[in-house]
């Protein structure tokens, strides 16, 4: 079954922007899904649309087989949201901006109140239930948003941005988080900035830009398509001139920083071994760039080259 | 993938009703506890001005006056000095709490819930009419001390105040949809509340009024509602009852009529 299928979307704004063109979408049951793509892509307006805070301008959406249009309260029962930007009411306390997005849900008192408390401890903001939402720093606040969409426990959790401006401890925190849930068997939705989030976290990917889906797969495939990979060597001593290490293709930044591709067919032993032949030692390495970074930049460019 | 409790679905209540009232239940509360929170702002600014009105208008000038319709002056112009407290709370109640959650975007909370429109505008009102109340409450405490308050017809009484605070706390429902900034939500109360409200017959008979005034003022809703309202108090109007009834409904049921069909369009609040 899928959680998410989303037919023939389009969305165009009162100012005339065209910000989704005929997205078609499937999200399966249980999966960790990442949606991808650069910022004003579409992403927050196909989220907005299946979450009820934008309206669609054509097309089909479903989830768990409700269709939005005829059972709108029925999609809406199923989804919890962590939305990009903050969007509380600042003056109420931790524990009732939890308990009364329960209410709105329709979630029972007493239950709501035994899970509020299981998330807040989860996510380490029960000892601040009682604080009001302005006094809590970014981070958690971005972590009661998590707490506030699993209330009513939905079973699909679209989380736009969820770690945007976290510090590394605390997103790592977060996503050890998410991966149970998803454990538990919540399909998630994600959409990030930080790529190595969804290489990581995510099984399916798929990347939109200018309002259309450019690929949908999923990630190990994604990865497998990347043909070369750059790393950057930071050499003892210097290096006078560049040296012939044969078949590698190296490109030399300074006196001991030396960028070598490596091919699919090539491997790290192989470079070593040539670069100890040539007498060179090699105090630190790392990859120039995200792999997943610079897929998505090539598709993005690809879709773009495409439309032009 | 292994069966976890999501498996079983989200926690809400089965039965639409029962789910129906939890949510009505906490917008209700929510609203309830935000005016009782800010009482200094809310509650007591009116109980101030009353107290005035019945110092100045009642003792001071009031006895100068002489009687209108029959009744001393103080005593005339506590049902419309009631009132006038009961539309502008329940009015300003529910334009500063949707704007609020409009402008901080905690209204998305609602949105994205099952909550259907008409319990999101039930909630809403109902939290109007609540702070409505609890100052025409309060106003009719302070009249007690002042003047030989009674009630003459106490159905008539309550029902026209709720009638009323319904019907403007749907006002400020609108504009709330309508405002776009914090200034946008003064408006409507100076320059078309005030007015209407002063010239509706709270300080004086209408007979008094020379044409074409009298019959000007008979467009004004707000006449129909003090009057009806004096009824219920001290036993006179210038206006039929059931008229008067019949006015406050059809009012009530275009503007939340009118309420429903923003909700669902999602003028300004769905782009």
Redesign the interface.
């Known amino acids: 079954m899928s959680a998410l299928s989303v037919h023939q979307l389009s969305k165009t704004y009162a100012n005339g922007l065209q910000a989704l063109k005929d997205v078609d979408l499937t999200v399966d049951a249980g999966d960790f899904f990442a949606l991808l793509g650069p910022n004003g892509a579409g992403k927050s307006t196909l989220i907005g649309i299946v979450t009820s805070l934008v309206r669609k301008s054509s097309g089909r959406v479903e989830v768990f087989g409700h269709d939005l249009d005829r059972e709108p309260e029925a999609v809406r029962a199923n989804i919890g949201v962590v939305p990009q930007e903050f969007n509380f009411n600042l003056f109420l306390p931790v524990i009732e901006v939890v308990l009364n997005q329960a209410g709105y849900f329709g979630v029972p008192r007493r239950e709501a109140r035994s899970r509020a408390e299981m998330l807040l401890r989860k996510l380490d903001l029960w000892d601040r239930r009682e604080s009001e939402m302005r006094r809590l720093s970014g981070g958690m606040k971005r972590r009661l948003m998590i707490a506030r969409a699993l209330v009513q426990r939905p079973r699909l959790v679209i989380l736009d941005e969820p770690t945007a401006g976290v510090d590394i401890e605390i997103r790592r925190s977060m996503w050890g988080f998410m991966r149970e849930i998803n454990a538990e068997g919540t399909t998630i939705i994600l959409t990030t900035h930080y790529l190595e989030e969804a290489e990581s976290l995510c099984r399916h990917i798929a990347i939109i830009d200018h309002g259309q889906i450019q690929s949908r797969t999923d990630i190990a495939t994604l990865l497998s398509e990347l043909d070369t990979e750059t790393f950057v060597l930071n050499l003892k001593g210097r290096l006078r001139e560049l040296p012939q290490l044969g078949g590698f293709v190296l490109e030399q930044i300074d006196e001991s920083t030396l960028e070598v591709q490596i091919s699919r067919e090539q491997t790290i032993n192989g470079l070593f071994e040539a670069l100890s032949r040539n007498g060179i030692e090699v105090l630190s390495l790392r990859n120039k760039q995200n792999r997943l970074e610079k897929l998505f930049l090539d598709r993005v460019e690809a879709g773009r080259e495409v439309t032009a | 993938?292994?069966?976890?409790?999501?498996?079983?679905?989200?926690?809400?209540?089965r039965n639409r009703w029962?789910?129906?009232l939890?949510?009505f239940?906490?917008?209700f509360s929510?609203e309830v506890t935000r005016f009782s929170r800010i009482w200094v702002q809310t509650i007591l600014p009116s109980a101030i001005t009353t107290t005035l009105y019945f110092v100045i208008f009642g003792r001071l000038i009031g006895d100068r006056i002489g009687p209108m319709e029959g009744l001393p002056y103080i005593d005339f112009i506590v049902p419309g000095l009631v009132l006038m407290a009961v539309i502008t709370n329940a009015y300003s109640n529910v334009v500063s709490s949707f704007y609020?959650?409009k402008f901080?975007?905690?209204i998305?909370?609602?949105?994205?819930?099952?909550?259907?429109n008409w319990i999101i505008l039930a909630g809403y009102v109902a939290g109007g009419v609540a702070r409505g109340l609890t100052v025409g409450i309060v106003v009719m405490i302070v009249a007690a001390l002042f003047t030989s308050f009674s009630i003459h017809d106490v159905g008539v009484t309550l029902l026209i105040l709720l009638l009323t605070a319904i019907l403007f706390a749907l006002g400020g429902f609108i504009n709330a949809v309508y405002a776009n900034s914090f200034d946008d939500i003064s408006i409507v109360p100076t320059f078309v509340l005030a007015p209407l409200t002063y010239l509706g017959g709270v300080f004086y008979s209408i007979d008094l009024l020379p044409q074409p005034w009298q019959t000007l003022s008979l467009a004004n809703p707000i006449l129909y509602m003090i009057n009806a309202f004096r009824y219920g108090l001290l036993g006179v109007s210038d206006i039929p009852l059931n008229f008067a009834f019949f006015i406050i409904v059809l009012f009530i049921a275009a503007l939340g009529y009118y309420s429903l069909s923003l909700l669902r369009r999602?003028i300004g609040i769905?782009?």
Do not use: C, F
């Open positions: 993938m292994s069966q976890g409790i999501h498996d079983r679905g989200p926690l809400i209540d029962r789910r129906y939890i949510t239940s906490t917008l929510k609020s959650s901080s975007r905690y998305e909370e609602l949105l994205v819930s099952p909550a259907p999602g769905k782009q």
